[in-house]
């Protein structure tokens, strides 16, 4: 008898947390923008104390503000947050997100906000200058998984035989990227300029090489938003100068 | 910031996991027993079916199976939150497995306990509910352990589909202080302190289920 108890507990949790789950994923307030990041992103986006905050978080910010509307942030990882935009299950992705082709097949991109350079970073003490990249295929390549260094790596660099995608290690974040690189594991590891000015206040890190004017970045919407057009729309009422006095805030 | 403000941090996304552990584990004890027991009463259609479920679910990885129920099921129509993606992937996997773990102890049961009963006249049900079950659960504890074992370190998973449970406090805070290893080592200790949670949960049941002076103990 106490056995049929116990299942009939496991039965009860079982349907009680379905249908707390269910309530959650039912809540479709008018208002309410379901917002897809990535917290491990400075500056653009990260947690401190507890609290989303960056360079995106801000310019969202703003625009809800603006809008009248309230953002209810969930985190993912940075292949969840893409999943999450493209399967419409978030309104809007942002973390620092390039825009790039193969990207802009599965969702919409608002107008881009920001610059951003690609920099391959090595430790200081290996003294890693690049002048051209003919000598890159000597070194091996670490930076996170799913990012879009992939896509430029076949495009840009395969044709012309500076590197190999299959050369390069893939990592969950760019934190294992970093840590292994510390580690001596990989030469040089991809960093968005953006983060790679984050991260060289806080670790013997220097730029081998800089990329510059071929990434952009922008907020992600799921094919077809509405919310997209609005969005753009605010990116114009707030001007260039408002838009630069928010990214110098974080970039410094 | 000290080593006990790191698990402070940490122990936030704590709920979480317990909330992922518990919850898939709960899916996997129903899944497997209902398999276990459905092969046992069921025809043999009923017992090919789930041996070719059980085959499947076996072999599929727990990320693929739960990026096909979060980010494919929206495609056709059918919204699933977070838990239940888990639940249905990595319950329903696990499930498989412990199925398996019941089919094995099923076996150890004395057979001649089985004739026993019917000789006596007991239905094929009751003698699955008085005679099998209890001595099954008795024999499938370690490999209990085992399965809900590896449920709580499959639990990360759910920051993929956006649950905010320990391994994404632990990367959202790496990102910030670059301070890898005492935040991983913290985690790590935040786990084993889960595990020896569920086995003692485990213990438990296992305490209440056995016979004096029968076997071991």
Redesign the interface.
Known sequence: M??RD??AT??L??SF??VG??G??GETASKVINV?VT????PNL???N?KTQGLDYDLFDGYCKARGCTMAI????W??ML??V????ADVAFSGISITEPRKKVMDFSKPYMDNSWNLVSLKNRNIKLAKLDTLKNYSIGYARGTAYTDFIKTEFEPKGIYKVDQVKLY????EA??DLQNGQVDMVFLDGTVASV?RK??PIQDSYVFEGIDRLGFAFPKGSALRADFDKYLDELGPEKRQAIIDKWMK | MSFFDILQ?LL?GAGYTL?IT??CA??A??VG?GIAMARELGGRWASAVLSALVYVLRGVPMLVLL?IV???L??IGV??????AM?LSLGLISGAYLSEVFRGALAAVNSNEVLAAQSMGFTRFQTLRLIK??QM?RFSVPGMINELTTVLKYSPFA????L?EIT?QA????????R?IEIYAAIGLIYFAIYRLLLGAVRL?EK??AIPGFAQE
């Open positions: 106490r056995r116990l299942l496991f039965a949790a079982l947390i379905a789950g269910c959650q994923g897809a917290p491990a992103s400075p990260f947690e401190e507890g969930t985190a993912y990882d292949q969840g999943g999450a493209v399967s419409k299950k969950p974040t760019n934190n970093l840590a991260y806080k670790l | 941090i936030q909330l518990f919850s709960a899916t004890l129903v027993l990026f979060f980010f494919g929206p495609g919204d699933v939150p977070p838990l239940v639940m079950i209890p659960l920051y993929t589909v956006g905010p994404k990367m959202a805070l790496v990102a910030m202080t670059m890898g049941i209440h289920y």
